[in-house]
């Protein structure tokens, strides 16, 4: 069979503001392809609970979002190790008032460029109305020792580095808030 | 086999920051966006097998007990890297209005009859060649309220991940010849032409099903092509 090289790549478009019943669909009785449990009860790992709110650039609440998570589990290894329950995949449907949360293992370090070392960190992706294009963060957490070396908080200004970073509240609970635009905007990654 | 994702055939893509289309203008980052260099984070994605998809998942007219009202459609293509080569075993995840235009979702409140026999959402894998194929029911075109008479070009919400966090996208499937191309700010926010009309099925006799259904074909071409020893393993 012969190669043709495409033309180019797909456009993104927005998911807009009616993709649950596609995406999320818990409220229409489909089955869920995964949801803010990214890990299984038997994942072995510290349990943790990452909340936090998606907000606009008046800082209202962002209803119709859905937040994608990607990471390792705690040794460091993506799911095609087999490490069983736990695909490191999440997916949650941010509410009318903007809120999502999920429910995992906090992953381990990773090797980065150069002989350089990764803090732990969550790959997240957001898509909502009014985004042609998703928007790509990290998610680090504020008790990682490892985040003063890591290679790419490095590459972000000391002042916006903290939009990354998942601070650790006296209940347990992690919060990220991911703010689109404007006053302590979130910081975005061109992949 | 490694990949590569080259940034190149990004500008394909529309910016966020396009005004015409309201909703990106409390929404689209100010702040310019910080340049990552691809690390495993990235490169790595999750891989959904076939729990994931049950058989009636791609057929969207035998959802329900009933026969969908509306013109019964074949949409199917394949999806293939930026080197032209299948994308085997992905996921596909659609949704979409009825033939009357009406979203099963809660909050859409467009006028038109919801279908007791449509839900409008389904999954596919693609088999080794990156194949896939859904049956289901031609979208009527929608009204919403981004400006005066503003109304959606007939669309399907594809959603896919392709071999990492990096091929990741979500778009929209058009049909051939919509009156509506030059008003819609979502399909005019892709400034490249040809670009745009990559997003536009085409009408296939092939696949068409005499005395059952039309068939439409769209190819996906998703972000990733192989590494070469003469290429770079990165491009940041
Ligand atoms: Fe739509």
């Known amino acids: 069979m012969s190669i043709e090289k495409p033309d180019g790549l797909t456009p993104s478009q927005t998911i807009g503001p009616f993709f649950a019943y596609g995406l999320t669909p818990r409220a229409y009785g489909r089955p869920e392809l995964a949801t803010e449990q990214v890990a299984g009860e038997s994942v072995a790992g510290e349990r943790i609970r990452i909340e936090g709110r998606v907000l606009d650039g008046d800082g209202e609440p962002v209803g119709d979002a859905m937040i994608e998570t990607w990471q390792a589990d705690s040794e460091g290894r993506f799911q095609a190790a087999g490490n069983a329950g736990f695909t490191g995949f999440g997916r949650a449907e941010a509410t009318a008032e903007g809120a999502f949360f999920f429910e995992t293992v906090r992953p381990g370090a990773l090797p980065g460029p150069n002989g350089s070392r990764q803090a732990p960190h969550l790959a997240v992706s957001i898509f909502a109305r009014g985004l042609l294009v998703r928007l790509a963060t990290r998610i680090y957490f504020d008790d990682e020792p490892g985040n003063a070396q890591d290679p790419v908080l490095a590459l972000v200004p000391a002042e916006r580095r903290g939009t990354l970073i998942a601070r650790r509240g006296a209940d347990g609970v992690f919060r990220f808030d991911i703010r689109l635009q404007g006053e302590g905007e979130t910081v975005f990654f061109d992949l | ?236």
Not at chain 2, 78 to 85: K, S
């Open chain 2, 1 to 236: 086999m490694s990949l590569i994702f080259p940034r190149k055939g990004l500008t394909a893509h529309p910016l966020n920051n396009s005004p015409d289309y309201r909703s990106t203008l409390k929404r689209a980052p100010s702040q310019p966006l910080i340049l990552l260099p691809h690390m495993l984070s990235e490169t790595t994605g999750p891989v959904f097998g076939h729990v994931a998809v049950s058989e009636t998942d791609s057929d969207l007219t035998r959802h329900h007990a009933g026969e969908p009202l509306g013109e019964r459609i074949i949409v199917s293509g394949r999806v293939l890297d930026e080197d032209g080569r299948p994308v085997p075993h992905t996921l596909i995840e659609i949704w979409q209005a009825n033939a009357a235009g009406r979203y099963v979702h809660v909050k859409d409140q467009h006028p038109a009859p919801l279908d007791p026999n449509f839900t409008g959402a389904g999954r596919a894998l693609t088999d080794a060649e990156g194949r896939y194929r859904f049956v289901t029911i031609k979208p009527g075109a929608y009204p919403w309220r981004n400006h005066h008479n503003a109304w959606r070009p007939a669309h399907i919400h594809f959603s896919l991940f392709g071999p990492s966090f990096l091929s990741r996208v979500i778009t929209q499937m058009y049909f051939p010849g919509d009156p509506l191309f030059p008003f819609d700010p979502i399909f005019q926010s892709i400034t490249e032409e040809r670009a745009r009309n990559r997003l536009i099925s085409r009408f296939d006799l092939d696949t068409t099903q005499p005395e059952w259904a039309l068939g439409y074909r769209f190819d996906i071409v998703l972000r990733g092509r192989e590494a070469t020893p003469t290429e770079e393993p990165h491009e940041h």
